[in-house]
Nanobody, 124 residues
Framework: QVQVVESGGGLVQAGGSMRLSCAAS????????MGWFRQAPGKEREFVTA????????YYADSVKGRFTISRDNAKNTVYLQMNSLKPEDTAVYYC?????????????????WGQGTQVTVSS
């Protein structure tokens, strides 16, 4: 079993940057695809980005491509989400999740383990 805990959220001005971290427990962390999802007020949760177990493959939603970067450090059991050029529409609760699958990684239903989420607010 894997437990994940997000950190690094907060308030930032539009155009600014923020880095989220996701610390995971468990010796099998390196076997999991890790993903970030977000949920804005009044909207459904949506896929943001994911990274394969090796870090060799990454996936991004079109809305964040070129602005967000996902990375992982398997030695530290941690996944990072670097967010640049933030926009007010990026405001949401950001969730980190883990799955043993290597396909359909943009589908939240494929993820087994979820964190509690961290709030990111981008002011205009």
């Amino acid at each position: 079993q894997v437990q994940v805990v997000e950190s690094g959220g907060g308030l930032v001005q539009a155009g600014g940057s923020m880095r989220l971290s996701c610390a995971a427990s468990g010796r099998t962390f390196s076997r999991y695809t890790m993903g970030w999802f977000r949920q804005a007020p009044g909207k459904e949760r949506e896929f943001v980005t994911a990274i394969s177990w090796s870090g060799g493959t990454t996936y991004y939603a079109d809305s964040v491509k070129g602005r967000f970067t996902i990375s992982r450090d398997n030695a530290k059991n941690t996944v990072y989400l670097q967010m640049n050029s933030l926009k007010p529409e990026d405001t949401a609760v950001y969730y980190c999740a883990a799955t043993g699958r290597s396909y359909y990684v943009t589908n939240e239903n494929e993820y087994y383990y979820w964190g509690q989420g961290t709030q990111v607010t981008v002011s205009s």
